[in-house]
């Protein structure tokens, strides 16, 4: 079992940054794939960032390549979105995820592959 909690979120202008956080409890995060995800109003939900147990491989959508870095402290149980260069377009609610059948993979932009999400933390850009 793994708990998510997102944090960070709020309005900005485009072009600032923002911070997010998702502290995880249980006792399997640092084995955890972790992915960030987004949805935005009437929109279905996008991969934004994912990142392997040992922090050693990441990805990113093409859309914020450049701009958000995904990092995690697995001492600490947290994984970040640094996000820079926000653009209007990026505002959605946040998802933090945790896949704990990652076994045979390091990082996945599936949704499905995540089992336990956060509820996530909105990210309002205005231009």
């Known amino acids: 079992q793994v708990q998510l909690v997102e944090s960070g979120g709020g309005l900005v202008q485009a072009g600032g940054s923002l911070r997010l956080s998702c502290a995880a409890s249980?006792?399997?995060?640092?084995?955890?794939?972790m992915g960030w995800f987004r949805q935005a109003p009437g929109k279905e939900r996008e991969f934004v960032a994912a990142?392997?147990?040992?922090?050693?491989?990441?990805d990113y959508a093409d859309s914020v390549k450049g701009r958000f870095t995904v990092s995690r402290d697995n001492g600490k149980n947290t994984v970040h979105l640094q996000m820079g260069s926000l653009k209007p377009e990026d505002t959605a609610v946040y998802y933090c995820?945790?896949?704990?059948?990652?076994?045979?993979?390091?990082?996945?932009?599936?949704?499905?592959?995540?089992?336990?999400w956060g509820q996530g933390t909105q990210v309002t850009v205005s231009s």
């Open positions: 990142i392997s147990w040992r922090g050693g491989i990441t």
């Open positions: 995820a945790a896949a704990t059948n990652n076994s045979g993979w390091y990082v996945s932009r599936l949704g499905r592959n995540y089992g336990y």
């Open positions: 249980g006792r399997t995060f640092s084995s955890c794939t």
